[in-house]
């Protein structure tokens, strides 16, 4: 039997909880803000971002500039960005200058009012501080030279720069890094230009044409190499890794070809046209973002982390492209992740053993009732969860195969990723699909599974015990 570290520290894995951060109104210091409702104040839908940051070595602060295209859902007279730790200098809406306050975690803007469904632009500009709050509780992760943002562990991508920080209010984007020439500026997507500047400076400038949730972004900048080759079905695998130990991640970051058709063979085409591994110098958490997987170099260089990679990389599905709507339906993020993950480490530990992937999901199945008493049920998690919404998610979807079959439950899965691609998923959504494709009512069974407070026998498995030692 496997050890059970992916079991206990799963707690370190990138998730996908917290939704609309900063968007409680009374987080702001200004009085104005504090009496409007944050619904009120987020009626539009985010279209695109521009983001520009600028990195000086002397410095913790940054200069940047955030247009957002939106659309208008409701008439608006005035409307809020969420925004921490920076100023901010200017604000303009369709061009022109416009009234707003700045204060805790808002920017609340005052513009020409804007009829229902109108599409405007806003644009502001800022200084933001890389510091974060007691505990490091807050998105940045520095080195002696450049950092890279952790914005998911405590849904502060708002602390980096304006905008609507909602997992369902997804967006393109276009992101621009400026830096010393003798360092690299690193961002999600696709490098459309790179350009030297006068002052030894370089900007690269990134382009993320599919929508993209607020939290799932990385901005960095070090003494980086980045590199490109083709990758299995078109893919272009993109890496970034510290250039003092290019040559020694060179061989393990090769396993991200191996990672991709397995996962592709099972879930159909990866969603996106550019994926590999952010390996970023000093201290932090793996964590997926949209078309990049960020694990430390010093992690990476210490083994080829099998069912952390595979993990991060079906987030790419299932989180990044298949996005939850709110926080009781991150299992279908966190649960996927975690079920792939395993059986793709299962495979790799103990080649050619059909019964490796089911001895892991009864080690999974030992712990599911200890973890639903302490963090609830999968899609009715208590405000501090995680783990249940991975092992019981898991579980859920394991059951799911279990009763309907392995080559049902792949068109399931393969109905999901194709219906929502781009797009969010709920609970219910989930169900439904499962439903009709397998042409059999599976509400109850899932039902069970994501909601109940008791683990429910696991189909096939009668001798499974919840809330013992697997043996």
């Not at 369709?94 to 009234?99: D, F, I, L, W």
């Not at 010393?180 to 400038?205: E, I, M, S, Y």
Request: proline share 6%; hydrophobic share 35%.
């Amino acid at each position: 039997m496997k050890p059970t570290y992916r079991l206990i520290t799963l707690g370190l894995v990138g998730a996908t909880a917290v939704l609309a951060a900063g968007t409680d109104a009374t987080a702001s210091t200004t009085d104005t803000a504090r009496t409007v409702d944050a619904q009120d104040l987020m009626r539009y839908d985010a279209l695109h971002y521009d983001v520009g940051l600028e990195y000086r070595s002397d410095s913790k602060d940054m200069e940047g500039t955030t247009t957002l295209k939106a659309r208008a859902t409701g008439a608006l007279s005035r409307f809020a960005l969420d925004f921490g730790g920076g100023r901010v200098s200017r604000v303009t809406v369709n061009g022109r200058p416009a009234r707003f306050q700045a204060g805790g975690e808002r920017v609340l803007v005052t513009p020409k009012p804007l009829a229902d469904g109108a599409e405007f632009s806003v644009t502001v500009d800022f200084v933001v501080t890389r510091s974060n709050g007691p505990d490091n509780h807050g998105p940045w992760r520095e080195i002696e030279d450049g950092f890279a943002i952790d914005p998911q562990r405590y849904q502060t991508v708002h602390h980096v720069y304006p905008c609507k920080n909602d997992i369902a209010d997804k967006a393109t984007y276009t992101i621009s890094v400026t830096a010393p020439a003798h360092l690299t500026g690193v961002a999600n997507g696709d490098l459309a230009q790179t350009r030297q500047l006068p002052g030894g400076r370089t900007a690269r400038t990134y382009r993320m044409a599919h929508p993209m949730p607020a939290h799932d972004g990385q901005i960095a900048v070090g003494p980086y190499s980045l590199t490109t080759r083709p990758g299995p079905d078109g893919v272009t695998i993109r890496d970034v890794v510290p250039t003092a130990q290019a040559g020694q991640l060179k061989q393990t970051l090769a396993r991200t070809d191996d990672q991709l058709r397995w996962q592709t063979a099972r879930l159909g085409a990866y969603p996106f046209g550019t994926y590999g591994i952010f390996a970023p110098l000093g201290t932090i958490s793996p964590y997926e973002s949209q078309t990049m997987t960020t694990i430390s170099a010093s992690s990476l260089a210490s083994g080829p982390m099998d069912y952390l990679r595979a993990h991060e990389l079906n987030h790419q599905w299932f989180g990044a492209s298949v996005t939850p709507v709110k926080l009781n339906d991150d299992w279908t993020a966190e649960g996927h992740a975690h079920f792939y993950g395993t059986w793709y480490d299962s495979e790799q530990t103990n080649p050619g053993s059909p019964d490796a992937f089911a001895a892991d999901m009864r080690m999974n199945y030992a712990m599911d009732q200890e973890v639903r008493d302490s963090e609830g049920a999968p899609a009715r998690p208590k405000p501090v969860s995680g783990q249940t919404q991975r092992v019981g998610g898991a579980l859920a979807l394991y059951a799911l195969r279990q009763t309907v079959g392995a080559q049902t439950f792949e068109r399931i899965e393969r109905a999901v990723v194709s219906r929502f691609k781009d797009g969010v998923v709920s609970t219910a959504d989930y169900i439904a699909v499962a439903s009709q494709v397998s042409g059999r009512d599976v509400s109850g069974l899932l039902k069970d599974w994501l909601y109940g407070t008791k683990t429910p026998p696991m189909p096939g498995h009668p001798d499974w015990k919840s809330g013992t030692s697997a043996s």
